[in-house]
DNA sequence: AATCCATTCAACCGCTGTATT
DNA sequence: CAATACAGCGGTTGAATGGAT
């Protein structure tokens, strides 16, 4: 079932976008600026769907896009970044100024995928493609608070794919655990702090960790309820 | 030149998370 | 607290393109 449609479709063009097309929403962003998706295109004179409108810009026309290929340090740090976050493309675009979601999403499928493949490298796990398949990834993020979560293959011990990585970070199902660490969260969200992804330590809103961060770059200090980082 | 096949990437679809009523 | 509306996300699709035959 699900949710209604979001637009009237019967009333509205797909496909490819026209440069008249792109003009409007352009000038239409350009005068009264993002938001309000659902009711742009009627504003804007579109015949489009208020999602659509949006992806054409997010992806395409927004004037900060990079666009271009991707460097050498940008396909490293993708890969990097996707070790510890998976397939979450937003997260990873957050990282990459300029670059879109869709563009990594794109971009590592087509390009990212093989030239790990050809390094011997699963792209989906981020382990040498011979070594036997495990059902959770748990990668090193420092002093772990949390238990370690039991993977089917007791005693084995996992090859870090980035030694120059401090992280000790569990990916998993949800768990009891999980539901136990929330009140903590929810407590530290109304006093007003957050935790440093880099260096596990709670800082008050607004101010920088100081320590050398994720990946050596300027570190993303953690809404604790999500991996936000824009 | 014509056809086939593989690759790329813009766009769509369905779902989830969050805010609002 | 439930229902609803909306924005955003990730997976998938399909048209366009380029290379091989």
Not at 93 to 105: F, M, Q, S, W, Y
């Amino acid at each position: 079932m699900g949710r209604s449609p979001c637009c009237e479709k019967a009333h509205t063009n797909k496909g490819a976008w026209t440069k008249e097309e792109d003009d409007r929403l352009i000038a239409h962003i350009k005068a009264h600026g993002e938001g309000c998706w659902r009711s742009l295109p009627k504003a804007a004179g579109l015949l489009r769907c208020g999602k659509s409108c949006r992806l054409r810009w997010i992806n395409y026309l927004r004037p900060d896009l990079k666009r271009g290929n991707f460097t050498e340090e940008e396909d490293e740090l993708i890969i990097k970044l996707h070790s510890l976050l998976g397939n979450k493309w937003s997260l990873i675009a957050g990282r990459l100024p300029g670059r879109t979601d869709n563009e990594i999403k794109n971009y590592w499928n087509t390009h990212i995928r093989r030239k790990l493949l050809s390094r011997g490298v699963d792209p989906m796990t981020h382990r040498p493609v011979n070594e036997k398949a495990s059902s959770n990834v748990t990668i090193s993020f420092g002093a772990g608070e949390a238990e370690e979560e039991k993977s089917g293959s007791e005693g084995e011990e996992m090859t870090p794919r980035f030694p120059d990585l401090n992280l000790d970070l569990c990916m998993s199902l949800p768990s009891y655990q999980e539901q136990q660490r929330r009140p903590a969260a929810e407590q530290m969200k109304r006093e007003g702090r957050r935790t440093c992804f880099g260096c596990n330590l709670g800082l008050p809103m607004g101010i920088e960790c100081k320590c050398d961060g994720l990946l050596g770059l300027k570190c993303g200090v953690l809404d604790y309820r999500g991996l936000e980082m824009k």
